[in-house]
């Protein structure tokens, strides 16, 4: 395939990105009527084939282990699926429930929702609420609503600093900026606005105590761990889906997909200021991008294809293998 050049703007802080006064637009909702809204689906158990990606739907990831890479997903009929992308021959979680675009999936370090460490998985809902699952010491947890009015697919992080906690989910409200909410001590804070336009049908894409958006000048931004960087610095390049970002040994990789649907990469160091120019790594994508790093070991990114089904490369940074199907 042709390379075509993304737009490589400058760098510029857009920390002066002002939080908009303007009510609570993502207030919380009474959660017991809204159960309707996500049927829980079949049991984990039942884990036959499961339908293909819905088209266009970016998927989220979150590694665990070298041996253990969470990959979730929404299909065709809108359900849930989790598959572990380190090991390709396991079949399909299903996990049910009705989303509104993909899934964000993050690892919750251990003593935060249980002994030890477990994966969540959150969505938006048919109602537009925000709705969350995870693992427990038996099983799973049911589907739960946890309010607000999203416009976006969320993104989730974990181990921030500051304000944000071991648990954070991001998305973008009907004022079209970010807002988020922090689990800590055992509940749910309230919704807080932290500002950012986001390009309207594109949403954050989180992961490893960052979180990257596609502004409405299509240009993708980073936000940086709070205390290091708390404002959000513009990469440049022009994309019109929800990117992905991971932290790798030498930094911080942004993912894009490109105007020419490729995936493209730009590097970063901490604090977030890119430190090369964007890169190429070809592919026909018809999705946002998702990727994570196993720690001290390998960089994933997914991406649907053409043919609608995952994709991915993998190695050790900034090493990554060719195309793969998942």
């Given at each position: ?118 994966l969540a998985v959150l969505g938006r809902g048919t ?178 294809g053409t043919d609608n089904n995952i994709w991915m ?14």
């Amino acid at each position: 395939m042709r390379s075509v050049k993304m737009n490589g703007a400058h760098g510029m802080l857009v920390s002066s990105w002002k939080h908009r006064a303007t009510k609570l637009l993502l207030a919380m909702l009474a959660g017991g009527s809204l159960l309707a809204g996500l049927a829980v689906g079949p049991p984990a158990s039942a884990a036959a084939a499961p339908p293909r990606s819905a088209p266009g739907v970016t998927m989220s990831a979150a590694a665990r282990s070298a041996s253990t890479v969470y990959l979730a997903y929404t299909a065709t009929n809108q359900a849930v699926y989790v598959r572990n992308a380190a090991q390709p021959g396991q079949a399909a979680i299903a996990l049910g429930g009705r989303l509104i675009g993909g899934p964000a999936a993050v690892v919750v370090p251990a003593g935060v929702l249980s002994p030890g460490a477990v994966l969540a998985v959150l969505g938006r809902g048919t109602d537009n609420a925000l709705w969350w699952r995870h693992q427990t010491a038996s099983g799973w947890s049911g589907w739960q609503s946890l309010g607000g009015t999203l416009t976006s697919a969320p993104g989730a992080a974990a181990d921030m600093t500051d304000q944000f906690g071991a648990l954070n989910v991001f998305a973008r409200g009907t004022d079209g900026v970010i807002w988020y909410r922090v689990f800590g001590a055992g509940a749910w804070r309230p919704w807080t606005p932290l500002g950012g336009a986001v390009m309207a049908g594109t949403g954050p894409g989180a992961g490893n105590g960052l979180f990257a958006i596609a502004n409405p000048d299509r240009h993708v931004s980073v936000f940086g761990r709070i205390g290091m960087n708390n404002g959000y610095t513009d990469f440049g390049g022009l994309t019109t889906a929800t990117p992905g970002i991971t932290r790798t040994v030498p930094g911080v990789e942004v993912f894009a997909r490109g105007l020419d649907n490729a995936l493209w990469c730009r590097p970063s160091m901490l604090p977030v200021a890119p430190t090369g120019p964007w890169t190429s790594l070809g592919g026909r994508l018809t999705s946002g991008v998702t990727a994570t790093t196993v720690p001290g070991g390998k960089t994933y990114a997914f991406v649907l294809g053409t043919d609608n089904n995952i994709w991915m490369r993998m190695g050790t940074w900034p090493s990554l293998g060719g195309w793969m199907r998942l």
